[in-house]
């Protein structure tokens, strides 16, 4: 699902459907930090524990957070291999040129 998706199926909330969706993700990441002695679970599995369905509003904005919490490496995958340029140069680095030195962190954001 792409950002776009997600973000319109959240906009297009009431706001108690936003209230309701907001108070689901902090019960979901309430139960998160209680498990965290078990290990992570998935959110998937802390929403079909509830006793209730929310609206079908507020449950398509829900898949659309659990989508895309879902897509990407999980923890202790490796991250794909990719090539940037460097900042102010025309030289080109890989991650996997890293593979096997110190950690790399990386940080995306907006600088506009």
Known sequence: MLKAQRDSAI???SD???????????GIKEARVSH??????????????RQQ???AEVRAALEAIL???????????????FCLKR???EERVRLSD????????????SYT
């Open 16 to 26: 108690e459907h936003r209230r309701q969706l907001r108070q689901i993700v902090d």
């Open 53 to 55: 369905d929310p609206p």
């Open 87 to 89: 900042l102010g140069s």
């Open 11 to 13: 906009s297009g909330l």
């Open 67 to 81: 989508v895309r919490d879902e897509t990407g490496p999980k923890v202790g995958e490796a991250a794909p291999d």
């Open 98 to 109: 890293f593979v096997g030195q110190r950690p790399v962190a990386l940080a995306f954001g």
């Open 36 to 49: 965290q002695s078990a290990g992570r679970i998935a959110a998937r599995e802390l929403l079909a524990g």
